[in-house]
C-alpha cells in the first residue's frame, strides 16, 4: 500500500549546529505534506506544511524542501537546541483519500551540549 | 481554546474489561481522527468523523473496537473486551476540514494487564 517511508534512524546533533531530516514519500500526485514533532509523553505537534505547488518553505528557524522529482522531503533546524529533542514525522495527504494523512516512521533528534 | 482534550491520560486494566478512551475536539473542526501509536507499528489511523458522521473505519483493528461521536464537541472509543495487545497510546486529532492540519491530543496511554 502507499506509505510514507522514514526509515528511523537517530540523529545527534551538537547544540547550535543545523539539523537535517529527511523523508522518502511513495506517491507523486500526493499534494500536501506536514511536519511534526512529537515530544516524549505528548501528542504529535504541527511544525510546518508545504504543498507540491512549492519546493521550499521558511518558518521560524525551520525549513522545508520538497523535491518532487525523486519524491523527497527534508527538514531543517537550524541552531538546533535542547528543546528540539524528539521524533519528528513527516506526514502526507494521498491523493486517493484527501481527509487522511499518512505518517512516516519518524526520526529521532537527539541533541547533546 | 484549549486544543484537543483526551481523558484519561492513563488507563491499567485487566484483559477482558472494558475500556473508554474519550475525547473533545478543538471547538469549530469539523473532523475528528482516532490513532493508535505503538512502536512496532508508528501511528495508525483508526477511525475518522465528518461532522459527526463515521467516514472510514477501516482501521480499526476489529470488532472488539468501537467508536461514536454524539454530538460535535465529544467522542468516545470503547474497547470491549480489551486484550493486552491493545496495549498502546491513542491519540485524538481534529481539524477545520479534511485537507488541512490536524491538531493532537496528549493521548491516553492504555495498559492492560
Known amino acids: 500500500g502507499e506509505s510514507v517511508g522514514l526509515h528511523l534512524p537517530t540523529l545527534s546533533v551538537q547544540e547550535g549546529d543545523n539539523s537535517i531530516i529527511n523523508c522518502a514519500y511513495s506517491?507523486?500526485?500526493?499534494?500536501?505534506f506536514i511536519w511534526y514533532k512529537q515530544e516524549s509523553g505528548k501528542g504529535p505537534q504541527f511544525i510546518i506544511d508545504?504543498?507540491?505547488?512549492?519546493d521550499k518553505r521558511q518558518g521560524q528557524r525551520v525549513t522545508v524542501l520538497l523535491n518532487k522529482t525523486v519524491k523527497h522531503l527534508s527538514l531543517q533546524i537550524a541552531a538546533t537546541q535542547p528543546g528540539d529533542s524528539a521524533v519528528y514525522f513527516c506526514?502526507?495527504?494521498?491523493?486517493?483519500?484527501?481527509?487522511?494523512?499518512?505518517f512516516g516512521t519518524g526520526t529521532r533528534l537527539q541533541v547533546f551540549p | 481554546d484549549a486544543g484537543v482534550i483526551q481523558s484519561p491520560r492513563h488507563e491499567v486494566t485487566e484483559m477482558g474489561q472494558e475500556v473508554t478512551l474519550r475525547c473533545k475536539p478543538i471547538?469549530?473542526?469539523?473532523?475528528l481522527f482516532w490513532y493508535r501509536q505503538t512502536m512496532m507499528r508508528g501511528l495508525e489511523l483508526l477511525i475518522y468523523f465528518n461532522n459527526n458522521v463515521p467516514i472510514d473505519d477501516s482501521g480499526m483493528p476489529e470488532d472488539r473496537f468501537s467508536a461514536k461521536m454524539p454530538n460535535a464537541s465529544f467522542s468516545t472509543l470503547k474497547i470491549q473486551p480489551s486484550e493486552p495487545r491493545d496495549s498502546a497510546v491513542y491519540f485524538c486529532?481534529?481539524?477545520?476540514?479534511?485537507?488541512?492540519?490536524?491538531?493532537f491530543g496528549a493521548g491516553t496511554r492504555l495498559s492492560v494487564l
Open positions: 506526514a502526507e495527504i494521498p491523493p486517493y483519500n484527501t481527509d487522511k494523512l499518512i
Open positions: 486529532a481534529s481539524s477545520g476540514r479534511g485537507v488541512d492540519i490536524q491538531y
Open positions: 506517491n507523486s500526485a500526493s499534494d500536501y
Open positions: 508545504i504543498r507540491s505547488n512549492m
Open positions: 471547538s469549530g473542526h469539523d473532523y
